[in-house]
């Protein structure tokens, strides 16, 4: 991330102070960190050009989701594992019924003996194994 002085004063995500809650935030939970001024930002990314004022955040471990991609590597997983994808169609409620859930639609009502959420495997809180698909990097 590059900040420029004029960037300080802007609200981001809600909150003015955007990079120095970053920073904070990396300290407070040990992420591993740099931060740079305009001329070691020059001085690694030379496309950059920095105009001299800049200052830069930099996490080496870091990486890079394609949200497209998640949603897909979520939709072929569940497919895999069984399920009917149903596409454009809203979700109204969930109903409980004698321990059953139905969750009704705006194109009917749909019965099972158990829900999950989409990518989820019951009782489990480690990443599925088609993580990677979603263009981490």
Same mark, same amino acid.
Do not use: N
């Given at each position: 991330m590059i900040a420029t002085p004029e960037s300080q004063a802007a609200t981001f995500h809600g909150r003015p102070g955007f990079f120095e809650r970053t920073v904070?935030?990396?300290? #407070?939970?040990?992420?591993?960190?740099?931060?740079?001024?305009?001329?070691?930002i020059a001085h690694r990314w030379p496309a950059l050009q920095? @105009?001299?004022?800049e200052r830069g955040y930099f996490e080496p471990e870091a990486g890079l989701l394609r949200p497209e991609a998640c949603v897909q590597a979520q939709l072929d997983a569940a497919v895999r594992d069984g399920a009917t994808l149903r596409l454009d169609e809203t979700?109204? #409620?969930?109903?409980?019924v004698a321990g059953r859930p139905s969750v009704v639609t705006d194109r009917g009502t749909l019965s099972a003996s158990s829900? @999950?959420?989409?990518g989820c495997r019951p009782c489990?809180?480690?990443?599925?194994?088609?993580?990677s698909k979603c263009g981490a990097k």
């Amino acid at each position: 991330m590059i900040a420029t002085p004029e960037s300080q004063a802007a609200t981001f995500h809600g909150r003015p102070g955007f990079f120095e809650r970053t920073v904070g935030t990396a300290e #407070r939970f040990g992420i591993a960190h740099e931060q740079l001024d305009a001329a070691e930002i020059a001085h690694r990314w030379p496309a950059l050009q920095p @105009r001299g004022d800049e200052r830069g955040y930099f996490e080496p471990e870091a990486g890079l989701l394609r949200p497209e991609a998640c949603v897909q590597a979520q939709l072929d997983a569940a497919v895999r594992d069984g399920a009917t994808l149903r596409l454009d169609e809203t979700v109204q #409620r969930i109903d409980v019924v004698a321990g059953r859930p139905s969750v009704v639609t705006d194109r009917g009502t749909l019965s099972a003996s158990s829900l @999950r959420a989409p990518g989820c495997r019951p009782c489990s809180r480690r990443p599925r194994p088609h993580a990677s698909k979603c263009g981490a990097k």
